[in-house]
C-alpha cells in the first residue's frame, strides 16, 4: 500500500472550455448517502427522475426528435426517431436499442431516453429505449428479462444485421449481461455494441475505484450510493454472477464493440477491464479515453466538442458495422 | 482546484501476479534527481545505460536473437534478427524500425536494444533499432536527424510497405517527430506506426500529470529528472514545437497507428491526447489500456502475461497492416 500525499487537482488545459466547465464543477455529494430504507430509495429515485425527464424532454425537443412510448413484450419503451431536416440522412431501417444507466435504479420513465436521444440524433437512426424495471420493486433479474424479452421480440420482424445494442455504466452492464444471455438462449445477436464505461462488475474491483476515488466528479467513490444500489439491485445474489458482473462471463462470440471512458473515470478499470476480455476471446473490440474526462461526462457534457467527438465515433462505428 | 485526501493504494486483484509484483514495486526515487551539471548527468547516463545493456544481452539470448550492430547513413543501429528454432515462422523481408525510450538521453549503446529485441522475438520479425545521439553531448535535433536520415537510406532499398516504425516513450515521441519530418520532405511512410505511451508534449500538459503523479511508480513524476531530460534534450528550444512535441503537429496522413498505455501511467494523458489527435486527422488508431499499469510497464514487467498480451496486439498490428 502506498500513501499518496495530498495533492490539488488543476483543470486540465487541454480539453474544450465547455468540459472544462464540467471538469471544474465540485464533488458531487449526493452520491456519497446510502439510503436506508425503500421509502428514502423512493423519495432520492422520484426527484433524480423527475429533474432527468425534464432534461430528456428538452434534449427531444432541441434535437428534433419524434417521441413515442410504446409496449414491446410487455415492456415498456420509448421509439426516438430523428425528423427532418435534422435527419435528412435518415439511416433506413436500422434499429439502436438502448438500455439506459443510472445505477440500476434511477432513469426511469421518461428519463431513460437521454442517452437514447443522443445516440439517434448524432447517428441519424432510430433508438429504442428500454425503459426496464428496477428496485426496489424489481429487483435482478427483473430489468435483464425485460432487455432480453424486448430483443427476442424484436429480432423477430427486425433484420439482426441492422440492430445494435447499447447503453452507458448499469446500461452497457445490462447490455452485456443481456449478450450472455442471448448467447445462452441461441438467439440473434446485435451486430455492434457501444458501451459507455461500463458497469461489469458489481464488486469494489479494479484499480481506479481506489486511484480514481475523489477524481471523478461524478462518481466520486464506490463507497455510498454505487455501493448500496449494487447491493439493492443484486436483492442477495452473488456479486460474481457473470449475469450481475459480466466481466466474469464467457466472451466468445461476442459482437463487434466500441468502448468509451476518461482518465478521470471511476470506472476506467472496468471499461479497460472488459475492452481486454473482449479481446482475449477474439471480439473485434475498440477503445476511446477521453482526456480528463469522469464517469459518463462525454455525456452529461454535450454539446461540448469531446461528447460530439464521442458520439461521432459511436455513429462510425455502427456504420461500420451495421447493414443497410 | 480540489484537494485530495491522503489515500492508500492496494495492489489490484486484476491483474496477474508478476505484474503485482511490479505494480508492488515502491515508487522509484532516483526518478526525483535533478542532475546539476554534465558530470552528473553522464555518471548517471553511464551507470543507468551499463545495467540496461547487461538486461539486454541477457534478453538477446533468451529469445534466441541474433544481434549485429551495422552503421547506416553513419549512424549506428542494431540489427536484431529472430534464430530458429524460436523464429520458424521468420516474416520474410519485413523489417520494423526501433527507435528507443529513455528520455532521449538513456538508453545509448546495446541497452537501445531491449524493446527491440521484445518486438522482434513477438512479431517474429527482424528489426533495426536505432542507437540515435543523444544530449548532454548532441541535443535537439540530433536524434531525429539520425531517425530520420536511417529511415531514408532504408526505403532506398526496402520496400516502406513491408516497414513500420515504433518506439515507448521518447522513442515514440520521436517517432511521431520523425514522420512529421518525413511527411515535410516527401520520404515514403512506413506502413505502420506502434506508439507505446508516447511522449508526445515535453511541456508539463495533461490531465495525468497530476492525477497520477506519485501514483506512477516508474515515472512517479514530472517534477524531476523528466523535466530536467525534457530541458536537456531540448537545449532552450520552444517545447512547443512539434518535432519536441509532436502532439502539436499536423497529423494528417499520418500511417495507421496502435497506442498502448496504462491506468497508472503518468503519460496516460499523452497517450490518448495522442490517439484523439489522431483520429481528428483520419489516422484509423488504435487504443490499449493496461489495467494497473505505469509507464512502459506493460515492457518492464516482460514476461508477464500482460506484456505478452501488449506485444501480441503490437505484432497483430503490424501484421494486418504491412504487407508480404
Known amino acids: 500500500m502506498d500513501q499518496l ?3 490539488t487537482l488543476p483543470v486540465p488545459s487541454t480539453v474544450s472550455s ?10 458531487r455529494t449526493d452520491i456519497l448517502v446510502r439510503p436506508k430504507s425503500v421509502q428514502e430509495w423512493r423519495k432520492i429515485v422520484q426527484e433524480a427522475d423527475g429533474q432527468a425527464a425534464q432534461v ?45 444507466g443510472g ?17 439517434a440524433h448524432c447517428s441519424k437512426t432510430s433508438v429504442l429505449s428500454v425503459d426496464y424495471r428496477m428496485p426496489p420493486d424489481h429487483p435482478f433479474p427483473a430489468a435483464l428479462d425485460d432487455a432480453v424479452a424486448v430483443w427476442q421480440a424484436l429480432v423477430k420482424d427486425h433484420d439482426p444485421a441492422k440492430m445494435a445494442l447499447f447503453g452507458t455504466s448499469a446500461g452497457a452492464g445490462l447490455a452485456m449481461a443481456a449478450v450472455l444471455k442471448l ?26 475505484f481506489f486511484t480514481n476515488d475523489r477524481v471523478d466528479n461524478i462518481l466520486v467513490t464506490y463507497d455510498g450510493l454505487i455501493e448500496a444500489a449494487a447491493m439493492l439491485y443484486a436483492g442477495g445474489r452473488d456479486l460474481n454472477d457473470p449475469l ?4 466474469y462471463g464467457d466472451l466468445h462470440g461476442f459482437p463487434p464493440t466500441i468502448l468509451i471512458s476518461g482518465t478521470r473515470d471511476l ?25 480528463g474526462v469522469s464517469h ?24 461500420r458495422h451495421l447493414t443497410r
Do not use: M
Open 244 to 247: 450481475l458482473s459480466p466481466v
Open 103 to 119: 445505477a440500476y435504479v434511477f432513469n426511469g420513465g421518461e428519463a431513460a431516453t437521454c442517452e437514447a436521444a443522443l445516440v
Open 267 to 291: 470506472f476506467l478499470s472496468l471499461t479497460v477491464r472488459a475492452h481486454r476480455k473482449l479481446r482475449q476471446a477474439g471480439v473485434p473490440a475498440e477503445l476511446h479515453v477521453f482526456e
Open 183 to 208: 448467447k445462452e438462449t441461441g438467439t440473434s445477436l446485435p451486430a455492434a455494441l457501444y458501451l459507455g464505461t461500463p458497469w461489469v462488475d458489481l464488486t469494489k474491483t479494479g484499480d481506479t
Open 56 to 100: 430528456a424532454q428538452l434534449l427531444w425537443k432541441q434535437l428534433g426528435l419524434a417521441v413515442t412510448p410504446s409496449s414491446i413484450a410487455g415492456v415498456q419503451c420509448f421509439r426516438l426517431v430523428p425528423q427532418p431536416p435534422l435527419a435528412l440522412g435518415l439511416e433506413g431501417d436500422r434499429l439502436l436499442v438502448h438500455l439506459h
Open 18 to 27: 465547455e468540459l472544462q466547465q464540467a471538469i471544474a464543477a465540485p464533488l
Open 5 to 7: 500525499a495530498i495533492k
Open 296 to 319: 459518463a461526462q462525454f455525456l452529461t457534457s454535450f454539446p461540448s466538442p469531446e461528447s460530439l467527438e464521442a458520439l461521432e465515433e459511436v455513429a462510425s462505428y455502427f456504420d
